[in-house]
């Protein structure tokens, strides 16, 4: 459709052609409503190989791409109709970002998880209440149909269909040549924990937060805060709860286990100098923080990279 975020549709079909490279059999086919041609978000106009009110033999994986105005997309009856009919024919139904919405309107995900953008996890809840919207997971399956986060995570999802059709090898060797990770460990809360959080009113927060996340393993005890900000410990616990819903130990939890996450990923430091780092002191705290805020060791977070790791309903 247009206005269709060009990532969305290049991003798998280049992991899916990757694939064919290393030993797959993917023949892609790309269709718009009336067969016509459609302008991306960058202004690149792609050509659609098909009708799609024509196509009618059977589909390995019907894949919905993201449009900025999500309404529009999820109000387009051709578009929604088309996603119906085809997803009868389909083996598995897809959809990246904001093609979430559109598929959502079919009433495919209702009773089912499913993920988003972070920044539209709540309007898709909102709008479709009957979806148990997942604001977290990069990407995730409930049966035959599959959800992603924003743009990028779209090539997650279809490397883990490619791990799922020709094991984790194609998977991995097609990861290298697009020089992406085979998987991103972890949900979209890592974009990020500063920027995740309700824009804070208050300057003070504003501060407390910058510092934070400024230096994960820092001095960060409510104390040394509320001195920091010029402010009593009762004044800033307030302003934590009224800004944000949460506690400054929370934010401070949660920001260290981002930070920790990344060193994890990026490096092949011990768990002890990973946890004194990021500000835990001691690999035991940071181990029950992972647990706490992503429901997994941070060894198993650091061997996910292994493999795609898709995330079940």
């Known amino acids: ?55 009618s033999e059977p589909i390995g994986t019907l894949l919905v791409p993201g449009r900025v105005d999500w309404r529009a997309a999820m109000n387009d009856r051709e578009l929604v109709g088309g996603i119906a009919r085809l997803s009868k024919r389909s ?9 979430a919405f559109p598929l959502a309107a079919t009433g495919l995900l209702d009773g089912r998880r499913a993920a988003t953008h972070w920044l539209l996890a709540g309007e898709l809840a909102r709008t479709f209440p009957d979806v148990r919207v997942d604001r977290d997971a990069i990407f995730v399956r ?23 059709d020709h094991g984790p090898d194609v998977a991995r060797a097609s990861a290298r040549y697009l020089v992406v990770f085979m998987a991103r460990p972890g949900g979209q809360s890592q974009f990020s924990v500063r920027l995740n959080c309700t824009p804070p009113r208050n300057p003070v927060m504003r501060t407390v937060l910058d510092a934070v996340t400024a ?11 509320a001195a920091r900000a010029g402010v009593s410990v ?9 800004e944000l819903d949460t506690t400054a130990a929370h934010f401070v939890e949660r920001t260290r286990v981002e930070s920790a996450a990344g060193l994890l990923e990026s490096g092949t430091e011990t768990m002890d100098v990973v946890a004194r780092r990021s500000g835990f002191g001691s690999e035991e705290t940071m181990r029950r923080a992972f647990h706490r805020e992503l ?7 650091r061997a996910r990279y292994r493999t795609t790791g898709i995330r079940e309903a």
Do not use: W
């Open 234 to 242: 009762r004044h800033l616990t307030r302003l934590f709860r009224t």
């Open 295 to 301: 429901g997994i060791a941070p060894s198993a977070y």
């Open 91 to 99: 083996g598995r139904v897809a959809a990246v970002c904001s093609g």
């Open 142 to 164: 409930d049966g035959k149909i599959l959800t992603s986060a924003g743009v990028t995570a779209g090539i997650d999802l279809a490397l883990s269909l490619v791990e799922e």
């Open 215 to 225: 230096d994960p393993g820092g001095d960060h005890r409510r104390d040394t805060l």
């Open 1 to 55: 459709m247009d206005d269709v975020q060009g990532l969305d549709v290049t991003g798998p079909l280049d992991v899916f052609a990757a694939a064919n490279d290393n030993g797959a059999h993917y023949r892609l086919v790309t269709a718009s409503s009336g067969g016509r041609e459609v302008r991306t978000t960058a202004g690149v106009r792609l050509a659609p190989d098909a009708v799609l009110e024509d196509l």
